[in-house]
């Protein structure tokens, strides 16, 4: 072997988490970290043909043997996705053994299972890896996780399996309002008003039937009040919150509370449940997938 070669970081196994928009990976030697690498080419912009090229793209710098094991997750998984991970129905764990092998590849590749609700209709893909993840790391906890996000997920667990689960497309909903809506005129910008924000919060726990008529009056208040757009955004994100938190209140009344999401998000969600008295533990999202991923791939050794 060369000392180019050599100086090449070698890792035992690969994890995955691949998205709609991005590719994560990170080279592995047991529950170590050798290195990272990302990608824009996420399932969103890739046919099935083109995983393989993409994989082999995001490793290059990295000195991968053949039949090395990668354990991915998300959308990945998906119906459009490199192979398709057969939902698991709830109430189960998080995580399963049973993965997804996929063949055209010189690897070792296996994707993780989403999970499916029948009543009311929901599907989790990617979540599950979070939520497992965070049980790993916090043995025997039972509670409620919230994973705030474009699709946002209030999910119910209970030794050690979830329950039931509600997705809310609040993330999604800010982001159209915000850039195709009438909206985007008053809410440019990153700035942000803390207490706009936990009033509009208020308003929207106690009045949600009047979301339609709130939303609209944040590009009334700019026009005849000249509001600041970082007054404006932030009562943007808070009336859309509240109302989700209104609609998802048996979820969170009265028990533990968690939150894994990234930083900002989290730190919004936690901050409108502390106006309602309830305290949350809040955990970074990439943490949790990548113990979630570790914990597949130690499932995964234990049945080879």
Known sequence: ????????????WIALDWGTSNLRGWAMRGGEVLATANSTAGMGTLTRAGYA????????????????????????GSRQGWCEAPYRAVPCTPMSSQMTPVNDTALNVHII?????????????GEETQIAGFLALNDGWDGVICLPGTHTKWVQ???????????????????LLSQASVLRHSVQGDGWDSQAFDNAVE??????????????????????????????????????????????????????IAILGAAETARHYGRALQTQGAAATIADAARMTLAGLTAAYRQMKDTI
């Not at 072997?1 to 035992?12: K, T, W």
């Not at 994989?55 to 990945?76: F, K, N």
């Not at 932030?234 to 609609?247: D, K, Q």
Request: proline share 7%.
């Open 1 to 12: 072997m060369n000392a180019a070669l050599s100086d090449r970081v070698a890792p035992d």
């Open 113 to 125: 299972p989403g999970l499916r609700q029948v009543t009311p209709a929901d599907v989790m893909r």
């Open 53 to 76: 090229d993409a994989l082999a793209t995001l490793i290059d710098g990295w000195h991968v043997a053949p039949g090395t094991p990668v354990v991915a997750c998300g959308m990945v």
């Open 203 to 256: 308003e929207a726990l106690t009045k949600p039937e009047k979301l339609a008529a709130r939303l609209f009056s944040i590009r009334a208040s700019d026009l005849l009040e000249n509001t600041p757009p970082d007054t404006s955004r932030a009562r943007l994100s808070g009336l859309l919150i509240g109302a989700e938190l209104a609609a998802s209140k048996p979820y969170w009344l009265g028990t533990n």
């Open 157 to 175: 667990v209970s030794a050690g399996e979830v329950i039931s689960f509600q997705t809310y497309m609040t993330g999604e909903m800010f982001a």
